[in-house]
């Protein structure tokens, strides 16, 4: 087996505290206690939650379209803008962040007027 190649270390986000994981917690049991509708739907809700806590919510309207995001958020019973941090130093994670930040033209990217590719993609 091959030895493994060092990666290359970001900063990690603060560490939660017990009544934010609490606060987490109660978020998603709500919101899979009032859902109904397409699993797919609340699955992708939760998961926009988690990651967005790693990333913030600039990097969540990079990679989801506006429809989505609100439709995560009604499931979820938050505004991400409120509950999640602009950004993280994880931000950089994702290639959409990075090359909005290097750019500068953030609401440009978001409304579609900017095309960025691999939207979606997370580098090491």
């Known amino acids: 087996m091959a ?9 990690r986000i603060a ?23 397409d699993v797919d739907h609340l699955e992708s809700a939760i998961g926009m939650l988690c990651l967005g806590r790693y990333v ?7 990679i989801h379209n506006k429809n989505t995001i609100r439709r995560n958020e009604k499931i979820l ?3 991400i803008r409120k509950f999640l941090p602009e950004d993280t130093p994880r931000s950089e994670k994702l290639n959409a962040y990075r090359a ?24 090491e």
């Open 77 to 79: 019973g938050i505004d």
């Open 15 to 37: 560490p939660i505290t017990p009544e934010e994981a609490k606060r987490l917690v109660d978020i998603v049991d709500n919101a899979i206690y009032e859902f109904e509708g």
């Open 100 to 123: 909005v930040k290097a750019i500068g033209k953030f609401w440009k990217a978001v409304s579609g007027d900017i095309k960025l590719g691999d939207r979606k993609r997370v580098h």
């Open 56 to 62: 913030g919510w600039k990097p969540l309207l990079l």
């Open 3 to 11: 030895p493994k190649t060092p990666r290359k270390s970001l900063p």
